[in-house]
């Protein structure tokens, strides 16, 4: 049941260019999407989020665009710089009665950011 | 900057035996979640908790799973008779608020033999 999708498990970019990693998602309950970033050994970090009344949320060099119609969301990098390099992971809350509401990951997408 | 911070890093137990992950999440989020990552598989919902009882847990989450805040700062999962498949990354996590970013911790390998 892959209600978060990403199909891209890897990405290369060279520095100072433009990362995009793209989400996909079927369910139409979900109201809230995050970006998290994870390096080998650690846990997810949080990088930047977006309600689905949005469809841009810019933070530094990280913008997430949402297209709720095409259940579309993408993380753009500007400019891409090595220390960037981990796996990215979409997730999803759905609108829930429940006070703490669970995320639905996709499976990540590796970005390599070449020197 | 606060942290979630998860012991031990690495356990290793022989199937059937009971273990404890234990959690100290950031001293003034109110919900925490239990998540994990099977090598080389999606990081999954476990189980949430607010306000000292279960939010909403995962089909995952069954009878020898729990979870318990023993006092004011941990936070444990609880699996009592482990099983091979249970073999996992396992990730405490911690927010201030349902919508707000939540802080993940660094996680316990749980290898189960």
């Not at chain 2, 950031?26 to 080389?40: A, E, V």
């Not at chain 2, 990730?91 to 608020?97: K, V």
């Not at chain 2, 349902?98 to 390998?109: K, Q």
Request: contains cysteine.
């Amino acid at each position: 049941d892959q209600q978060v999708k990403q199909n891209s498990p890897s990405l290369s970019v060279q520095e100072g260019r433009i990362s995009i990693l793209n989400c996909d998602y079927t369910n139409s309950m979900f109201d809230y999407f995050l970006w998290y970033k994870k390096y080998p050994a650690e846990g997810p970090t949080f990088l930047i989020s977006i309600s689905s009344i949005k469809d841009k949320n810019e933070d530094g060099r990280f913008t997430v665009f949402l297209n709720k119609s095409a259940k579309h969301l993408s993380l753009h990098i500007v400019p891409s710089q090595p220390g960037d390099s981990a796996v990215y992971f979409c997730a999803a809350i759905p609108e829930s009665s429940g006070s703490a509401r669970q995320l639905t990951f996709g499976s990540g997408t590796q970005l390599t950011v070449l020197p | 900057e606060p942290e979630v911070t998860q012991t031990p890093s690495h356990q290793v137990t022989q199937m059937g035996q009971e273990v404890i992950l234990r959690c100290v999440p950031i001293s003034n989020h109110l919900y925490f979640y239990w998540y994990r990552q099977i090598l080389g598989q999606k990081v999954e919902f476990l189980v949430s908790f607010y306000n000292n009882e279960i939010s909403e847990k995962s089909e995952i989450f069954d009878d020898q799973f729990s979870v318990e805040r023993p006092d004011g700062s941990n936070f444990t999962l609880k699996i009592r008779s482990t099983k091979l498949e249970d073999s996992a990354m396992y990730f405490c996590a911690s927010s201030s608020g349902p919508y707000n970013g939540y802080t993940f911790g660094s996680g316990t390998r749980l290898t189960v033999v």
